[in-house]
């Protein structure tokens, strides 16, 4: 089946570390994003990507970073510059002119 | 500047009434609006959609209105049942753009009591 695979489910990071989190899809899907939720806040734009070595800045871009080396995955490094990282994150993917298809999210905590 | 806007936080409905949750955006060039269903700790799910050379667009229990001069579209849900409790994000694209970027909303919570 298709879908778009987000991993870990739950990841803890201490205060100062860098983290990754994965997002891989099998849709063929052209382009990928990464929104983060936190409560009341809905889901802002983080980066994207519409092809392969290529990606933009969205919203709320400082303290990330992202690549785009493989159309399939589209990974999302939290650093340590980025002053209150915990929050619900969610990747999706679309195809040009339809909706997105969103993974499961990745809770990331910091401790 | 908050481009799609829903203005309610939260809503809840007994079970078997009717569900209406509203969105509304300030982007003239936005022409396709879509409604996003999430439930915690997953991610959101597509429910329905609508173009705006569209007013109505309905799938089974889900009815979307989109009122274009008014720049107002919301979401009928008739019968509520308690599995529809989540939360709903609005969420619109200019498709003359090119790059079918969503915009969303902040999201409604719904709770249908049994």
């Known amino acids: 089946d298709g879908g778009i695979t987000q991993s870990p489910k739950y990841l803890f990071r201490k205060e100062g570390q860098n983290v990754t989190l994965s997002c891989e899809q099998n849709?063929?899907?052209?382009?990928m994003y990464w929104y983060r939720q936190d409560p009341g806040q809905g889901l802002r734009l983080i980066y994207y990507?519409?092809?392969?070595?290529?990606?933009q800045k969205g919203d709320i871009a400082e303290g990330y970073s992202v690549s785009r080396e493989k159309k399939e995955s589209f990974p999302l490094t939290v650093t340590s510059a980025q002053k209150n990282p915990t929050a619900f994150y969610l990747c999706?993917?679309?195809?040009?002119?339809?909706?997105?298809?969103f993974g499961s999210g990745t809770r990331l905590t910091v401790v | 500047d908050q481009q799609v806007k829903q203005n309610s936080p939260s809503l809840s409905v007994q079970e078997g009434r009717i569900s209406i949750l509203n969105c509304d955006y300030t982007?003239?060039?936005?022409?396709?609006f879509l409604w996003y269903k999430k439930y915690p700790a997953e991610g959101p799910t597509f429910l329905i959609s609508?173009?705006?050379?569209?007013d109505k667009n309905e799938d089974g229990r889900f009815t979307v209105f989109l009122n274009k001069s008014a720049k107002h579209l919301s979401l009928h849900i008739v019968p509520s049942q308690p599995g529809d409790s989540a939360v709903y994000f609005c969420?619109?694209?200019?498709?003359?753009?090119?790059?079918?970027?969503?915009?969303f909303g902040k999201g409604t919570k719904l709770s249908v009591i049994p």
């Open positions: 982007n003239s060039m936005f022409d396709y």
């Open positions: 969420a619109a694209t200019d498709s003359g753009a090119g790059s079918y970027q969503l915009t």
């Open positions: 990507s519409q092809i392969v070595n290529d990606f």
């Open positions: 849709l063929n899907h052209d382009a």
């Open positions: 999706a993917s679309s195809r040009t002119g339809y909706g997105y298809t």
């Open positions: 609508i173009s705006s050379i569209k």
